[in-house]
Structure formats: structure tokens, C-alpha cells
């Protein structure tokens, strides 16, 4: 389990820095669905592997609500956690995705602001 933990949240740090390197460039030239799911599975992926680096499988069908909840049982620190701006955040990821560059940056604020917080709690 913590092989995987710590592979999920490598992958995470990846991803929010791919989704930074999007947002860097001209607004017009941001490809906004790439900035979407990059945003959306590094917060899936923190989440998750926190949750196995706790012991804790997290099921493969669970929402970024569900996922946090479960993070909250095992700290409740969590609950400072806002994924707010993830308007997929109570779905199933791949059934939702937004295209405008202003939203999608609320979402990888809330992905880099949750990678913030997990650094903070030595975590990663």
C-alpha cells in the first residue's frame, strides 16, 4: 500500500505542475480541458494516496467529496481542505469537465492549495 501511496502522490505533484506549465501560457493559447483533468486527478490522486498511506483502500468509484470525507475520518485537519471550485467534486470525474480558463483555474488553485496543505502536514 505505501508503494502505491507514494507513487499516487508523485503523480499528483506531476500533474499540478503540468497543469501550472498550461496555465503559463497566453490565455489563448490555454487548452482549458488539460488544466480540467490535471487539476481533477492530482486531487484524486493526493486524496487517494493519502488515504493508502493511512491504511485505508479508497475503492475505485469514489467522488473527490467521498475521497475527502474519508480523509477527514482519519484527519480531521481535512476539513480546512476547499475543493469548492470543483463543480465535479460529488460525480464520478471522467463524467464532468469544464472549458473556461477562469474556472479551471479555481479548480488547480483548490488541487495546489490541497498539495500546499499535505505538504504542510508532512505528508508529501
Given at each position: 500500500m505505501k508503494d502505491r501511496a507514494e507513487a499516487l502522490l508523485k503523480e499528483a505533484v506531476k500533474k499540478i505542475g503540468e497543469a501550472n506549465e498550461e496555465l503559463c501560457r497566453p490565455q489563448e493559447d490555454v487548452v482549458s480541458i488539460m488544466v480540467c483533468k490535471k487539476a481533477q486527478r492530482a486531487t484524486e490522486n493526493f486524496l487517494r494516496g493519502f488515504l493508502l498511506q493511512n491504511g485505508k483502500e479508497p475503492g475505485i468509484e469514489k467522488t473527490l467529496d467521498e475521497l475527502l470525507n474519508q480523509c477527514v475520518a482519519i484527519n480531521?485537519?481535512?476539513?480546512?481542505?476547499?475543493?469548492?471550485?470543483?463543480?465535479?467534486?460529488?460525480?464520478?470525474?471522467?463524467?464532468?469537465?469544464?472549458?473556461?480558463?477562469?474556472?479551471?483555474?479555481?479548480?488547480?488553485?483548490?488541487?495546489?492549495?490541497?498539495?500546499?496543505?499535505?505538504?504542510e502536514e508532512k505528508v508529501i
Open positions: 480531521p485537519n481535512f476539513e480546512k481542505v476547499d475543493l469548492s471550485h470543483f463543480d465535479c467534486r460529488s460525480v464520478k470525474l471522467d463524467s464532468r469537465q469544464c472549458n473556461e480558463v477562469s474556472k479551471v483555474s479555481g479548480c488547480f488553485v483548490n488541487a495546489s492549495n490541497l498539495e500546499t496543505f499535505l505538504r
